[in-house]
């Protein structure tokens, strides 16, 4: 089956740290894959996407590369700042499938001042 | 462009009343709606799918006579939760997809506590 395993939080870093946030993917076919951030009290905003093996989504500051070799898709950012802090999914779907997303549990992050 | 609005935001019902959200495509036609279920520090659970015009389809383990969905057009589809009681409590989000789309955009988000 289709799923996606994301690093537990929760993160807590300061103000211009470096971020890495885990992401792996177990897939039937060839997924597409995405970042999505949930700030407090909000719904979900897609952060970036990935459509195919070596991509590499970007946007705010935030990257991530599918790795086809190891099932990965991890999102950094080199200097996070205290609005970044919110939640962040790791999401698959099967292009021309049910158009489903499977999500990952998330991950909490904290950016202090 | 691409905004998905829900109504109400937030709700307060007595247990045994049933609750309508509303999420609607802004500025976009969306062939297919999603409804998902999330609970505190926990990841989105996938509760249905609706295609307008059609019959939603229900993950397993929900049950589609307590959540009864309508999508009766390209920017309207409707969650009601009949009977509401205390363990339906949660927050409903929703989402919608173009035809061949494989981004979802998501609604705000409804919170439900029911007393």
């Known amino acids: 089956g289709n799923s996606v395993t994301q690093m537990e939080g929760p993160v807590t870093l300061s103000e211009e740290a470096f971020l890495t946030i885990n992401c792996t993917y177990t897939a039937t076919g060839y997924p597409s894959l995405f970042w999505y951030v949930q700030y407090p009290g909000e719904g979900l905003q897609l952060l970036l996407k990935a459509t195919k093996a070596d991509d590499k989504g970007s946007n705010k500051g935030f990257e991530a590369t599918y790795r086809k070799e190891t099932t990965s898709f991890h999102l950094e950012k080199g200097s996070v700042q205290v609005s970044d802090s919110a939640v962040y999914f790791c999401?698959?779907?099967?292009?021309?499938?049910?158009?489903?997303?499977?999500f990952g549990k998330g991950t909490k992050l904290t950016v202090n001042p | 462009g691409a905004v998905v609005s829900q109504h109400p935001s937030w709700v307060i019902c007595k247990s045994g009343t049933s609750v309508k959200i509303e999420c609607r495509s802004l500025?976009?036609?969306?062939?297919?709606m999603f409804w998902y279920r999330q609970f505190p520090k926990q990841s989105l659970m996938l509760m249905a799918t609706?295609?307008?015009?059609?019959?939603?389809?229900?993950e397993q383990g929900v049950e589609k006579d307590k959540f009864l969905i309508n999508h009766a057009s390209l920017t309207l589809s409707t969650l009601t939760v009949t009977s509401a009681h205390p363990e339906d409590s949660s927050f409903y989000i929703c989402s919608a997809g173009l035809a061949g789309g494989e981004t979802q955009y998501f609604g705000p988000g409804t919170r439900l506590l029911v007393l």
């Open positions: 500025d976009f036609q969306a062939t297919t």
């Open positions: 999401a698959l779907n099967i292009p021309g499938g049910s158009e489903k997303l499977v």
């Open positions: 609706s295609n307008e015009g059609s019959k939603a389809t229900y």
